[in-house]
């Protein structure tokens, strides 16, 4: 485990990363979900995937990496660029798996070759009761209630910061379909079948917008790498290998 500190824009981030098997030349970046951290990506991945040098980072505000900003999903890329700069990795020669959040975040950085686990990005219709507490939330902040709000939050956002709240409003409504349709590179997407977070569907339509991809789904839910680690890392191994030839 080691800090990084990174500047941008004037904001100072100390970011927590891992390096595993230092020693490997090719380079595989992991980027967690939202409410997630290092620690849950190297867990399915650690083990796995031996001839890559892994580089697990928590995200600034998850994990051990703090966060006193209010950022957007494009802030989080150019942190991670500035921080992946910093340890003298350029990201547009590596590969990059991202879950969930992260999986908008890495696809913003334009990797050699993209992972995506369940990733977030497609904006999906929520359901009733979810625009039922959105727009009762809305009513208290008009008649300043606000502080009422806080007992129908997303579980994503329990127990965080009103800075992490605010970014949280920020990215999770995000429709990233531009950013899939513009990526030029290799794209692997795996998923799970029964996932609730980012459904099957959103996978689907993620694979036709991204021209150079490959797409696979398990019978498990929105952490369903965590089950699959073994088959998912050798599915990574037999992708990146066949672009080589």
Same mark, same amino acid.
């Given at each position: 485990?080691?800090?990084?500190?990174?500047?941008?824009?004037?904001?100072?981030?100390?970011?927590?990363?891992?390096?595993?098997?230092?020693?490997?030349?090719?380079?595989?970046?992991?980027?967690?979900?939202?409410?997630?951290?290092?620690?849950?990506?190297?867990?399915?991945?650690?083990?796995?995937?031996?001839?890559?040098?892994?580089?697990?980072?928590?995200?600034?505000?998850?994990?051990?990496?703090?966060?006193?900003?209010?950022?957007?999903?494009?802030?989080?890329?150019?942190?991670?660029?500035?921080?992946?700069?910093?340890?003298? /990795?350029?990201?547009?020669?590596?590969?990059? *798996?991202?879950?969930?959040?992260? &999986? =908008?975040?890495?696809?913003? +950085? !334009?990797? #050699?070759?993209?992972?995506?686990?369940?990733?977030?990005?497609?904006?999906?219709?929520?359901?009733?009761?979810?625009?039922?507490?959105?727009?009762?939330?809305?009513?208290?902040?008009?008649?300043?209630?606000?502080?009422?709000?806080?007992?129908?939050?997303?579980?994503?956002?329990?127990?965080?910061?009103?800075?992490?709240?605010?970014?949280?409003?920020?990215?999770?409504?995000?429709?990233?379909?531009?950013?899939?349709?513009?990526?030029?590179?290799?794209?692997? /997407?795996?998923?799970?079948?029964?996932?609730? *977070?980012?459904?099957?569907?959103? &996978? =689907?339509?993620?694979?036709? +917008? !991204?021209? #150079?991809?490959?797409?696979?789904?398990?019978?498990?839910?929105?952490?369903?790498?965590?089950?699959?680690?073994?088959?998912?890392?050798?599915?990574?191994?037999?992708?990146?290998?066949?672009?080589?030839?």
């Amino acid at each position: 485990m080691a800090i990084k500190s990174v500047d941008y824009f004037g904001k100072n981030f100390a970011i927590n990363y891992e390096i595993v098997n230092n020693d490997k030349s090719e380079v595989i970046v992991f980027l967690h979900g939202w409410g997630s951290n290092k620690e849950v990506m190297k867990k399915a991945f650690g083990v796995n995937l031996k001839e890559f040098k892994h580089i697990y980072i928590d995200m600034p505000g998850f994990g051990k990496s703090d966060n006193n900003y209010v950022l957007t999903t494009i802030d989080y890329a150019h942190i991670m660029k500035i921080f992946l700069e910093k340890i003298g /990795i350029n990201h547009n020669d590596v590969t990059i *798996a991202g879950h969930s959040f992260g &999986g =908008k975040v890495a696809t913003a +950085l !334009i990797p #050699k070759t993209l992972i995506l686990l369940s990733s977030a990005g497609i904006l999906e219709e929520k359901s009733a009761s979810v625009k039922i507490r959105i727009q009762f939330a809305k009513l208290c902040n008009a008649l300043g209630l606000s502080t009422l709000t806080k007992m129908f939050r997303s579980k994503d956002v329990e127990n965080m910061s009103q800075n992490m709240y605010e970014t949280f409003k920020n990215v999770v409504d995000e429709d990233f379909t531009e950013y899939f349709k513009g990526f030029y590179n290799q794209a692997y /997407i795996f998923w799970g079948e029964s996932d609730t *977070a980012t459904s099957l569907e959103s &996978g =689907k339509k993620i694979a036709e +917008l !991204i021209k #150079k991809s490959q797409f696979k789904s398990y019978t498990d839910g929105h952490y369903f790498f965590l089950h699959y680690s073994t088959q998912v890392s050798k599915e990574i191994e037999k992708c990146i290998s066949s672009t080589k030839v």
